[in-house]
């Protein structure tokens, strides 16, 4: 089992930057695919970024150029450093796990969630 804990989000202005962390619990942390989604009120869940255990990465074109998925498997984290944010990109984030050697992009694979943490852009 895997617990994951997300933190760093916040209220920003448009063009401003945030940095995401995603904790994990457990001694097997770098054996798993990371990603983060997001869902804004009323819409679906959508995939943001991704990250393999290899740290290969995989973007949306929504955010691809402004945000940056990265690992450090010594701290059992994932972070997502976000810049040049926009108020679409308004929504609750959340992080996911999946022991897997491929990059993950879609939400029934994965395996693991955290309960968000909300990132409100105002114009």
């Known amino acids: 089992q895997v617990q994951l804990v997300e933190s760093g989000g916040g209220l920003v202005q448009a063009g401003g930057s945030l940095r995401l962390s995603c904790t994990a619990s457990g001694r097997t942390f770098s054996s798993y695919a990371m990603g983060w989604f997001r869902q804004a009120p009323g819409k679906e869940r959508e995939f943001v970024a991704a990250i393999s255990r290899r740290g290969g990465t995989y973007y949306s074109d929504s955010v691809k150029g402004r945000f940056t998925i990265s690992r450090d498997n010594a701290k059992n984290t994932v972070y997502l450093q976000m810049s040049s944010l926009k108020p679409e990109d308004t929504a609750v984030y959340f992080c996911?796990?999946?022991?897997?050697?491929?990059?993950?992009?879609?939400?029934?694979?994965?395996?693991?969630w955290g309960q968000g943490t909300q990132v409100t852009v105002s114009s």
């Open positions: 996911a796990a999946k022991d897997t050697i491929v990059v993950v992009v879609t939400t029934r694979e994965y395996d693991y």
